[in-house]
Structure formats: structure tokens, C-alpha cells
């Protein structure tokens, strides 16, 4: 069945080179949207220069072409739309949705990530403050393709979120429904880490007006200590010359009933079989994040 109207996209962070764990996210995306006769498209999220790897952003690119990867149209990156970003936040400053906090992480600390609301009726200037949205005493719930139902009380378990931080730079959460609401994007297939952030980033869509995607979560991959596969961790990056094995355990790792055939396949032609026999379906059920584990 063919989809022209699907938009899928991969949106790496520049904080440093692609890992098995990215591959795995990337593979998911890519094949979901192909699969279909869908758009794939490519968007650098480098929202924080100071964490940015020098050289990270052509490194990505570049693996990923190696790897048989093709993306439609340009490529987007975050640091080309801060105007759009802060048009946004303006309005809503202007309309009393968004206020400036001053809080310390200190002040924080004690609440376990879920804002207090403070500096929510104190009036403080934007000027070196960090910006938050009000968020409703209300329950958001979507239902992931893999995970099932997800829900969160935004106002119990997150409070009021911040959308630029007090150092400048605009935070994920507004950036990413912004982009994909610009970008024209249906379907979000991304990593279980992400799963929590998504009821706040369906408050920003009813926001802005914007029609709900559909959400695919897939299982993280985590290293022998729990700690799953990323930059943070040093995970080591995917080698030029491994693009078929790594594509084939990527597969498997997604639940793709994939063949000791495909050993000798050039990287497209792997991706092509991923093509022609992506089930999403088969792709692992994770209860929580933390049981997100592919060994």
C-alpha cells in the first residue's frame, strides 16, 4: 500500500558521531516511511552549540550516506529557525502562556524534575531568565503503535516546562513540534527515551493548532552496565566498513525476521529487503524505558 501523504524524518543531535543505538532509530524511521512510498527527511537538531562535537554534523551525514541512507529534500537544521522559535514564544509571553523563571537548579532540586511554579505569577522579565509554559491540570494520552497507550498528568508530573533556557537557547520540546509541524511531518519514529516527552509535546500541538502525529517509540539499545548506547556514554561510533553486519543487527534488533543471506548484500540492497519486508508489528514491546533492552 502506498502512502505519498506519510512524512517520516530523522533528527540527529550533533553532540556526537551516529552509534548503534542511532542506527537502530534511523533504520526504524527510514524503513517505516519507505515502506510505504513515504518521504524520509533529514533534520540536525543543533540546539546547543556548546555540547556540538566539531565535526559531528558532516560525520553523521556522511555514516549514514555510506550506509545506503537517502533522504528527500534539503536538509533542515535547528540553527537556521530560531526566529521561528522565538516568534512563538513572544506570542505567548504576550498572551500570559509563558513566563520568565529565575529558579536555581538549587532551588529545584528537591521536586524530582516536576516545576513547583515558583515564578509563575511573579512577573520577572525574560531578560536572563529561563522561559516556561503554563501547562493545564489535565491527563494527555496517545496511543504509540508499539508501546500501546501512554499517558501522563501534565500538571502532576511534569509542571510547567521550560521552552528556552536562561542561557539563550531554545529548548527540544518547542523546537521539535515546531519542525515537524513546518516540515509537514505525520508520522514520529524515534527511541523509547522519548516516549515521556511526548504528552507535553502534544499540549504544544493543540497550542499551535497543529495535527497529532502518528507516534512509533522503538526499544532503546543498552550497553551490558543498563546504560543505553549513546553520546553521553562514549558509545563508540559506526565503522565505515561494518554497514552491512550492522544494518543486518539493527534489523533484528527492530524484530525483522532478516536471513544469513543478506551477508554478502551491498548496504542498499540490505536497506532494500528491510523495505520489502518491514513489519512493524514485530518490533519488541517494551512495558517502560527502563525495560527497553535489546541484548
Known sequence: MKSPSYIG????????????????????????ARAVGGKWLMRMEDLDPPREEPGAQTAILNTLETYGFEWDGELVRQSDRHEAY?????RWFSYGLA???????????????IYPGFCRNAGHSPDNAAIRIRVPELEYRFEDR?????????????GDFVIK????????????????????????????????????????????????PRYLHVPLITQPDGHKLGKSYRSPPLPVDQATPLLMRALRALGQPVTDELSFATPR???????????????????????????
Open 86 to 90: 522565538q516568534d512563538i514564544i513572544n
Open 146 to 158: 508499539v508501546q500501546g497507550e501512554f499517558r501522563q498528568h501534565l500538571g502532576r508530573d511534569v
Open 99 to 113: 513566563y520568565a523563571c529565575t529558579c536555581s537548579r538549587k532551588q529545584l532540586e528537591d521536586f524530582q524534575g
Open 269 to 295: 540492497e540490505v536497506l532494500g529487503w528491510g523495505i520489502a519486508h518491514w513489519n512493524a508489528d514485530l518490533i519488541p514491546r517494551v512495558a517502560s524505558i527502563e525495560e527497553a533492552r535489546i541484548d
Open 165 to 212: 533556557r536562561r542561557d539563550g537557547f531554545y529548548a527540544y520540546q518547542l523546537a521539535v513540534v515546531l519542525d515537524d509541524g513546518w516540515q509537514g511531518v505525520t508520522d514520529i519514529v524515534r527511541g523509547a527515551d522519548l516516549l515521556d516527552s511526548t504528552p507535553r509535546q502534544l499540549y504544544l500541538q493543540e497550542l499551535l493548532g497543529l495535527p497529532q
Open 9 to 32: 524524518r530523522f533528527a540527529p543531535t550533533p553532540s556526537g558521531y551516529l552509534h548503534f543505538g542511532s542506527l537502530v532509530a534511523a533504520l526504524a524511521s527510514y524503513l517505516d
